[in-house]
């Protein structure tokens, strides 16, 4: 496959792993919304590739999501549906994506100040939805998401220009150390892996379940965690983790008793919007990655629970 040198991310070709340097800022300096963190917490952003927000919301928010969540994961309606991602040899969901479509109360949330003024304050512009899903983690049945940079399938698969875009992970059940929490190498978001392999077509049905193309050679990310070591986000229910789009992270299955759940919502600058995948791979469908027309997300007015019952 011939690559032009145009692209400084290039990856799933010929020319075999490689360790780049990123070109874009992690935090820019054009604020959007009310910028509710302060200089030091940008600062943590900017230097690890994540934030830790915990108790962001409350037990009685955090009670009413979870409560969605798992009525969305046995209604057969949405079992039924291309969103809904099983584990491979089990029925048991592992995802559920377009949840803020599918979802009023997820609708909310992805507008609630509290994350999205967040997001565009790092991003320093207006934002939309490019992925949201419902992440599940059964207990004793949950397994493994293997060490990968979301920006290098969004780049890849979806046609995502640059690194300006990042993940919110709202945490639904407490991440303790037992039950697979979600890991990250500090500093790696800023130096992309560049990936061996070819990617298959419609390779989506098969790595929202299990990646295999996409993924780090060892020895780059072995020189990743032994400059930046791994840091497992252990914090209660309703805490929040936002993470760059190109920081390294993965999580280990749940073997323990206690199930793992969190929303996950992937903001991403309008001045970022996505363009043809690469290679010439066809694109994937919408509730993977947004593609089409979607608007601007307007912050929430009210509290989130609001006109619940």
Known sequence: ???????????RTERGAAIVSRQEPVVYDTPVGSCPLAAGQLQEYEENGFLLLPDLFSAQEVQALLGEVEAMSVDPAILEREEAVVEKGSKAVRSIFR???????????VRDPRVLDVARQILGSEVYV??????????????EFYWHSDFETWHVEDGMPQMRALSCSVLLTDNNACNGPLMLVPGSHRQFVSCEGVTPDKHYKESLRKQ???????????LLVD?????????KAGSVIFFDCNTMHG?????????RANVFT????????VQDPKYGLDPRPEHVATRGRFPVLEPLQGR???GQG
Not at 130 to 143: C, E, I, T, V, Y
Not at 266 to 273: A, D, G, P, Q, W
Request: glycine share 6%.
């Open 1 to 11: 496959m011939t690559v032009t040198m145009t692209d400084p991310y290039a990856s």
């Open 99 to 109: 949840v803020h479509e599918l979802s009023p109360l997820i609708a909310r949330l």
């Open 130 to 143: 490019h992925q949201s899903r419902a992440n599940l983690k059964p207990g004793f049945k949950g397994k």
């Open 212 to 222: 295999e193309y996409g993924v780090p050679d060892p020895i780059s990310l072995r």
């Open 227 to 235: 400059k930046g070591g791994i840091e497992a986000i252990t914090a």
């Open 251 to 259: 999580s280990a299955s749940n073997i323990s008793p206690w199930p």
């Open 266 to 273: 992937v903001y991403n600058s309008m001045e970022n919007c």
């Open 304 to 306: 989130l629970l609001d």
